[in-house]
């Protein structure tokens, strides 16, 4: 009887001991599901605030803890596209997919566009389809699908019509960092190089927390040394030339003047053209706003809306520069004024054989004012996404736009460019694999096959 009762004792406490152990490992699961959650929508926020970095480190903590968690897969997947790592965004993007092809209503347009910038045309162009059936006609405007599946057919007609004579060459360490490079400027003569990039160094060394965490932009100059034949360690060190907020090269004028862009929080409006003097010695005057002697023109060219990039022919007798003024027929249009006596004419929209519904980002226009430069996203005849266009003929008569053309439109964006006085040579700001320093970079292209200035 005593053996019995022991008997019954010891299975009793067995069953409450595994109820307990049952209850306990429900109650962990439902916690580290709750964590996980929370951790995701988090990560979610830290994503739309443009805090993409800390974002990533979240989804990874998730994934590391659960792999088969497809919306942190989705995340993780959404920020390395951000920060143009395409081929780790493939891996997290596919196994997304893997673990729930419904785990996020923008998954197949995800897919198409690392796709796209992979080079694999042909999945980019069955989840472009894919995602078109089942989006609402909002996001099917709002993606530009139709546009980009007639861009994916456009740079699949390019894949054997590379030009063969056109060389790229990365600028080198010298130059390029392992931050972003951008928007070069060549002076006429050949003896600066000007461009933008975002640096530990830049002055103030501050974040911009409201927008994407990054380091706010600087201007860097290098001067040329025709003993080495070398650009010269560039510099940030340029006088009043920068600020603690978003500065920019654009462009030179004939007398190395130098045309910028600027966002100055209280001090401009959504971002401003402005000029700052040569004053020899390898040094500026303080910048103030585009022809800043004629305050109702300066006013003209910088509106109340966003004006992003400028550039001026060797005579000062015309002015291009983009807005996204609501005058435009897309989002941000190029503009010109031309100098009539010692004024110039209102703003004039070069029209949409030029502009397209979507960004022209960049103008440059050859010193002798015969060539026009420009990148955009919104043409139908896109290698990929923003490529690179000329115009030939001039002011009032120019051609339709051509595509420069492979390989220096890439499915990759090529989002800036500047051309040499003789034509032959072109420096872009791009994220071509040519000895990548690790985000976009200056390359310098030997052009001289086009002819250019012949044509």
């Known amino acids: 009887m005593k053996y019995k009762i022991l ?26 599901k709750t964590k996980s959650q929370l951790k995701l929508t988090e990560s979610n926020q830290l994503f739309y605030q443009g805090n993409i970095k800390t974002a990533l480190l979240n989804y990874r903590e998730i994934i590391a803890s659960n792999p088969l968690n497809s919306k942190a897969q989705f995340g993780a997947a959404r920020c390395y596209y951000k920060l143009n790592d395409y081929e780790n965004a493939k891996y997290h993007v596919e196994m997304a997919f893997k673990n729930d092809p419904k ?7 995800l897919m198409a566009e690392v796709y796209f910038r992979l080079g694999a045309l042909e999945k980019a162009k069955i989840n472009y389809e894919k995602y078109k059936t089942i989006c609402s006609k909002q996001k099917l405007k709002e993606y530009n699908i139709d546009l980009k599946l007639r861009q994916l057919e456009y740079s699949n007609t390019t894949l054997n019509n590379s030009n063969e004579k056109i060389t790229i060459t990365n600028m080198g360490p010298m130059i390029n960092s392992k931050g972003p490079e951008y928007a070069p400027s060549i002076s006429i003569d050949g003896k600066y190089l000007m461009f933008t990039s975002r640096r530990p160094d830049t002055k103030g060394g501050n974040v911009d927390h409201y927008y994407d965490h990054q380091y706010f932009s600087d201007i860097y100059l290098s001067k040329w040394d025709s003993l080495t034949n070398n650009w010269s360690k560039p510099s940030n060190k340029l006088g009043r030339i920068n600020t603690e907020f978003y500065d920019a090269s654009l462009s030179f004028k004939a007398d190395n003047s130098i045309i910028i862009y600027r966002n100055i929080m209280g001090v401009t409006k959504s971002g401003d053209i402005y000029e ?16 800043y002697k004629n305050k109702a023109i300066s006013n003209k060219i910088n509106s109340s ?22 005058s435009g027929f897309g989002k941000t249009d190029i503009y010109c004024v031309k100098k009539e006596g010692k004024n110039y004419s209102e703003p004039i929209n070069l029209g949409n054989n030029i502009n397209s519904p979507g960004d022209e980002k960049c103008v440059f226009i050859h010193p002798s004012g015969d060539l026009l430069f420009f990148t955009s996203n919104g043409r139908d005849e896109s290698i990929g996404s923003y490529d690179v266009y000329y115009c030939t003929g001039g002011y009032n008569n120019w051609s339709k736009p051509k595509n420069i053309g492979r390989p220096i439109n890439t499915t990759l964006e090529e989002k800036t460019i500047n051309i ?6 072109a420096f872009v700001g791009g994220y071509y694999s040519i000895n990548n320093q690790g985000d976009a970079d200056l390359y310098k292209i030997d052009i001289s096959s086009l002819n250019l200035l012949k044509k």
């Open 420 to 425: 040499s006085k003789d034509g032959n040579t």
């Open 305 to 326: 809306y966003f004006e992003s990039s400028a550039s001026i022919t060797e005579d000062e007798s015309f002015i291009y520069f983009v807005s996204e003024r609501v």
């Open 103 to 109: 785990s996020d209503e923008d998954l197949y347009y």
């Open 276 to 291: 700052a003097s040569y004053s020899k010695n390898d040094s500026w005057s303080s910048p103030k706003p585009i022809l």
């Open 7 to 32: 008997q019954d004792l010891i299975i009793l406490f067995v069953i409450i001991c595994f109820t307990n152990n049952n209850s306990l490992g429900q109650e962990n699961n439902i916690i580290s």
